[in-house]
């Protein structure tokens, strides 16, 4: 699937919810049911800056497929971290960088994108650009 | 506990600040988030506001009428700070941007008196703001930082203060009141300890002076430092006091125009106090509203609002820790109207995530006290804080959200 189809699916979803709540209870599923990193492999330079709680992720290049893994300490934060997952992950570098991400704001999540927020959504879509720009340029050569 | 409620009119109180009425996610506004910064009254926002409608104007060097005016606004407020806080003089009080820049002030001036083997003190409970800028000094002067530990209560350890104290001991620095746990410190006695040594001791009142009545004689305090925005006036504006001799032998921490007497190249003689550490034009709006809300405070009583905001700890203390798993992080007694918790198996992040979807603003995370955070092995903390235009109601509204929260997160 494009990273474009999966955006749409996503906002479908979302667009399924009455209120904040029944978002919220989602994303806190989500978080859940996102496959943790084991403690020995938290290591300080996965972790992303600009986060008020941790965040860490690793991004591994299968084929010519860029493969996230993230885990944080906050649940929530874990929910964006799988909803970010599920779209850019297993998608060519490309695919990342070329995307665009307005269906954060149509999910009723772009009070996350807010600087004053510091939890870190901008920051976690930045390193996984960062990661992309650094995997394409790596393919390229 | 105290009859506070049948003086304490807080319906009224409430009327002065137009931004309690406003919404937030649907929900009406609880603002829990005091500790950070308070809201302002309306008789604060109408000093700004006539300032600038009616006689903004540059100070301390117009002969036109509007400067004049302006002027004598601005020293006006000092004069009340002054009162206020019981300084002996008015030029003993500076009028700077902000405890920090007030910190940094004085850390900046002592950089010409310190020495290799110098030691200095500050406490396990401090904001960044007041560790940073004396790690910078120890770096610039070879001096040592000593810390004063605190105990799980949340509490400083004043017998091992003591013992850290010694003749090299030549500044001492802690916080009035801690901003991430409320513990009130023994303040006085901590000065009268650092006297006994010939040192010197800052106190950042941040956190303290919405809530306590501060007299500088009375605690014999060598400098003590404060913000304007925590106690119901603007950002940017707070203010140093220090004792005459102390700030004559303070070196000035920026140069620029106000600051100076005589200007030649060859050499530039300094302004008296207390022009010498308001370099550059001041923050003259914001001086002129620091007044207008310190006037505020005053006509509520300070002693009023201790008591209320106490009632309304006791209670909000009393309904939280009914909740399963919360923990609170602090003293239990003598504290200001702050309670950090934790509950267990939640990040504070999440939930202050979801008060903030319920319409209530709290603080989450580390406070700028990592140090703290440390000590207690957690990421952060929720922080809710109060003050005296809050009411019980919005209590139970928060303590409502909370459980919701925690039934969302478990």
């Not at chain 1, 800056?49 to 906050?74: N, P, R, Y």
């Amino acid at each position: 699937m494009t990273i474009q189809d999966i955006q749409h699916d996503i906002v479908d979803e979302f667009a399924l919810f009455d209120d904040w709540m029944q978002r919220y209870e989602y994303m806190i599923e989500l978080g859940k049911s996102l496959p943790l990193i084991d403690p020995a492999s938290k290591t300080d330079d996965l972790l992303i800056k600009g986060c008020q709680s941790k965040v860490w992720m690793k991004a591994d290049l299968v084929d010519d497929k860029i493969v996230f893994t993230a885990d944080s300490e906050a649940i929530i934060t874990k929910g964006i971290i799988a909803i970010l997952i599920r779209v850019f992950s297993n998608q060519r570098p490309d695919s990342i960088l070329s995307a665009n991400t307005s269906f954060i704001d149509q999910i009723g999540l772009k009070e996350h994108l807010s600087p004053t927020r510091a939890n870190g959504l901008a920051s976690m879509l930045n390193q996984m650009k960062y990661y992309a720009l650094a995997y394409q340029s790596k393919l390229s050569s | 506990m105290t009859t506070s409620s049948l003086f304490f009119d807080v319906e009224e109180i409430r009327k002065d600040f137009p931004i309690l009425n406003r919404k937030v996610n649907g929900q009406p506004l609880v603002y829990f988030d005091n500790a950070a910064t308070s809201q302002k009254p309306q008789q604060v926002i109408d000093a700004i506001v006539n300032y600038y409608q009616n006689y903004n104007a540059n100070i301390h060097r117009g002969v036109h009428a509007l400067s004049q005016e302006a002027t004598e606004s601005y020293e006006n407020a000092r004069k009340t700070l002054q009162k206020h806080f019981n300084a002996p003089k008015v030029e003993d009080i500076i009028l700077t941007s902000g405890t920090t820049h007030a910190i940094n002030l004085v850390a900046s001036g002592y950089t010409k008196f310190l020495k290799t083997g110098d030691e200095i003190i500050v406490s396990a409970l401090e904001h960044h703001s007041n560790i940073v800028p004396w790690q910078m000094l120890c770096e610039r002067t070879g001096s040592t930082l000593k810390v004063i530990p605190m105990a799980q209560d949340g509490t400083l350890k004043f017998s091992a203060f003591t013992q850290l104290l010694n003749d090299n001991t030549k500044l001492v620095f802690v916080n009035h009141v801690s901003n991430t746990l409320g513990t009130i410190n023994p303040i006085k006695k901590m000065i009268d300890a650092t006297h006994r040594y010939g040192a010197k001791i800052l106190i950042d009142g941040a956190q303290a002076c919405s809530h306590v009545k501060v007299d500088v004689q009375a605690l014999d305090v060598d400098y003590y430092v404060t913000s304007a925005h925590k106690m119901c006036g603007p950002t940017g504006v707070g203010l140093l006091y220090g004792k005459t001799k102390l700030l004559e032998t303070l070196p000035p921490y920026q140069g620029g125009g106000e600051m100076i007497s005589e200007v030649t190249f060859e050499k530039t003689t300094y302004a008296d106090l207390p022009h010498k550490f308001e370099a550059g034009t001041p923050n003259i709006c914001g001086g002129i509203a620091f007044g207008a809300a310190v006037d505020y405070l005053n006509h509520i009583g300070l002693d009023e609002i201790a008591a209320y905001e106490n009632d309304l700890l006791i209670y909000a203390t009393e309904q939280l820790i009914k909740i399963e798993g919360l923990r609170i992080y602090g003293p239990t007694q003598d504290k200001t109207a702050v309670i950090s918790f934790n509950v267990e198996n939640i990040h504070p992040y999440d939930l202050g995530v979801l008060l903030d979807k319920m319409g209530i603003a709290v603080r989450t995370g580390q406070h700028c006290t990592q140090p703290i955070m440390d000590f207690y092995s957690i990421p952060g903390t929720v922080r809710a804080s109060f003050a005296f235009y809050n009411t019980k109601t919005e209590i139970d509204l928060f303590v409502t959200a909370v459980k919701k929260a925690v039934m969302m997160l478990a």
